[in-house]
């Protein structure tokens, strides 16, 4: 690669100050929160507008130059790192980061890709609105990327992934050219629905530029409890419960293991233990109203009131305000981050059907245990919705390096028993590089060949974040 070259015509497009070379300035770029991979790039670059993008595009693709779009970084199987050959350019949607428009009466919102999903919470929020998609990473991941990654989260039991909260797209294709689809209609059947090639393509289809997205009814009336249980499946039969009295009310309802808990209270700051008591197991039930008529509190105490009854509870602490609430979302949205600390984690974001959550994770915890004996599973997620993070952190006093070496095998181990149960190897992080080699074993041929067919037909010279998914 020409690098001065490239570089000085891309400063031309979009300024010498957004063309980083100096290996201080790109190094947050370069490296992933789980350490896993470790990038290299001749430049960064920072467009700070569609056409800009549209101009860098169309300059690599006429010279062959292979581009790596990145928005927050907080990607977790490391599609959004360029390669260690050195040849991938990192482009940085940072700078994108306009609110377009708010139309509350239309329930829609439109923004650019690098606008951070909290600030977009908030923009909603000024309205008297809601944008639901939560994530543990809300404050510096950004919308363009938790669309190209079809990301989930704690409330997609009510308002669904991402993929569903998404009304049209902008976006920059591989040549360069840019397709406005940024509609903000809730019916148009007028063929193909291109936008959904781009949700969850992970970057290598096109660039996210913008986004018309949905906007809901912003609750009055909002309930927290934290409880504890004996196992999994108690947790099962109160969901059954739970969404069986409260339906669509119930927004939350997130599983977490005591050892979990124990992580939390070592390494979050401003956690404290909701219960007095330990549990083996914990849920974090929410329900929500945008009524201020309807008796959220009341059908909270009726659902766990039967839930005691049936001997399914051990202890429950409601949340007295919101800040509790938030205290309560704290410890669940800290639950990855503080596994860190504890040394080396390997993770599996997987999903299983509801119903055999509990014996899922019987099956799994006891064959990692036999495989690393000493380790430590922390499995944990969205019980609500089949997504469970199954994290196990290493032995304690383990080597890290010796047990990362492990990887390979205790996903081997842990994804058999995921498909035995008819479940998926990605949940929500997606595929990116580390499970690009997985799909063959998990996905029939004719699907791999019609994702091959659509990534030649519009990036036939495979430009755009080669080497991830396909």
Same mark, same amino acid.
Request: glycine content about 10%; aromatic content about 6%; charged content about 20%.
């Given at each position: 690669?020409?690098r001065?070259? &490239?570089?000085?015509r891309?400063?031309e497009?979009?300024g010498?100050? &957004?063309v980083?070379?100096?290996p201080d300035?790109q190094?947050?770029?370069? @490296?992933?929160?789980r350490?896993?991979?470790?990038?290299?790039?001749?430049m960064?670059?920072?467009p700070g507008?569609?056409q800009?993008?549209?101009?860098?595009m169309?300059?690599?693709?006429?010279?062959?130059l292979k581009?790596?779009?990145?928005?927050g970084?907080?990607?977790?199987?490391?599609?959004?790192i360029p390669?260690?050959?050195?040849?991938?350019?990192?482009?940085s949607?940072s700078?994108l980061?306009? /609110?377009?428009?708010?139309?509350?009466?239309?329930?829609?919102?439109?923004?650019e890709?690098?606008?951070?999903?909290? @600030?977009l919470?908030?923009?909603a929020e000024k309205?008297?609105?809601?944008?639901?998609?939560s994530?543990g990473?809300q404050?510096?991941?950004?919308i363009?990327g938790? =669309?190209s990654t079809?990301a989930?989260g704690?409330?997609?039991l009510?308002?669904?992934?991402?993929?569903?909260l998404v009304?049209g797209?902008e976006?920059?294709?591989? @040549?360069?050219e840019?397709?406005?689809?940024?509609?903000t209609?809730r019916?148009d059947?007028?063929?193909y629905d291109?936008?959904q090639?781009f949700i969850?393509g992970?970057g290598?289809l096109g660039i996210?530029?913008?986004a018309?997205?949905?906007?809901f009814?912003k609750p009055?009336?909002?309930?927290?409890?934290? /409880?504890?249980l004996?196992?999994?499946?108690a947790?099962?039969?109160?969901?059954?419960?739970?969404?069986?009295q409260a339906?669509?009310?119930?927004?939350?309802?997130? =599983?977490m293991?005591? =050892?979990?808990i124990e992580?939390?209270?070592?390494h979050?700051?401003?956690?404290?233990?909701?219960?007095?008591?330990?549990?083996?197991?914990?849920i974090l039930?929410?329900?929500?109203s945008?009524s201020?008529a309807?008796?959220?509190?009341?059908?909270?105490e009726? /659902?766990l009131g039967?839930?005691f009854?049936a001997?399914?509870?051990?202890?429950?602490?409601?949340?007295q305000?919101?800040?509790q609430v938030?205290d309560?979302?704290?410890?669940r949205?800290?639950?990855?981050?503080?596994q860190?600390p504890?040394g080396g984690?390997i993770k599996?974001d997987?999903?299983?059907p509801v119903?055999?959550?509990?014996?899922?994770?019987?099956?799994?915890?006891?064959?990692v245990?036999?495989?690393v004996?000493?380790?430590?599973?922390?499995?944990?997620?969205?019980?609500g919705?089949?997504?469970i993070?199954f994290?196990?952190s290493?032995?304690?006093g383990?080597?890290?390096d010796?047990? /990362?070496a492990?990887?390979d095998a205790m996903?081997a181990v842990v994804?058999?028993?995921?498909?035995?149960?008819?479940g998926s190897i990605?949940?929500? &992080?997606g595929?990116?590089?580390?499970?690009?080699?997985?799909?063959?074993?998990?996905?029939?041929e004719?699907?791999l060949d019609?994702m091959?067919?659509?990534k030649s037909a519009?990036?036939?010279?495979?430009l755009l974040?080669?080497g991830?998914?396909?």
């Open positions: 690669m020409e001065s070259s &490239h570089a000085d891309f400063a497009m979009i010498a100050a &957004h980083l070379t100096n300035d190094a947050p770029f370069l @490296t992933e929160w350490d896993l991979y470790q990038g290299v790039t001749p960064v670059l920072r507008s569609a800009e993008v549209s101009a860098v169309t300059y690599a693709h006429e010279q062959g581009i790596v779009p990145q928005g970084n907080t990607g977790l199987v490391g599609g959004q390669q260690e050959t050195g040849d991938e350019i990192v482009l949607l700078r980061n306009k /609110i377009r428009s708010v139309d509350p009466a239309g329930f829609t919102i439109t923004v890709a690098g606008v951070v999903l909290e @600030t919470q908030n923009e309205v008297d609105r809601l944008f639901p998609l994530l990473s404050g510096s991941c950004q363009g938790n =669309i079809n989930g704690t409330a997609v009510s308002y669904g992934n991402t993929r569903d009304l797209l976006v920059v294709l591989p @040549t360069g840019i397709w406005n689809g940024l509609r209609l019916k059947n007028t063929g291109l936008k090639l969850g992970e290598t996210i530029t913008a018309a997205l949905k906007l009814p009055k009336k909002l309930e927290a409890a934290f /409880i504890g004996p196992n999994p499946q947790a099962l039969k109160l969901f059954s419960l739970a969404k069986g339906g669509p009310v119930l927004t939350g309802f997130e =599983i293991p005591r =050892i979990g992580f939390c209270l070592r979050l700051e401003g956690s404290r233990d909701p219960l007095e008591g330990t549990h083996p197991w914990y039930m929410e329900l929500s945008a201020d309807f008796p959220v509190r009341d059908l909270m009726s /659902i039967e839930a009854e001997g399914l509870v051990e202890d429950a602490a409601f949340a305000n919101l800040s938030q309560f979302w704290h410890i949205h800290g639950m990855s981050e503080v860190k504890e984690s599996h997987v999903s299983v119903a055999v959550i509990p014996d899922f994770l019987d099956k799994a915890m006891a064959a245990e036999e495989l004996p000493g380790c430590r599973p922390v499995p944990f997620g969205h019980m919705d089949g997504n993070h994290n196990v290493q032995p304690v383990a080597d890290k010796d047990y /990362i492990g990887w996903n994804h058999g028993i995921v498909l035995d149960f008819g990605s949940a929500e &992080h595929i990116g590089r580390l499970k690009r080699n997985l799909l063959a074993e998990v996905k029939p004719i699907e019609l091959r067919r659509i519009l990036d036939p010279k495979n974040s080669p991830r998914v396909v």
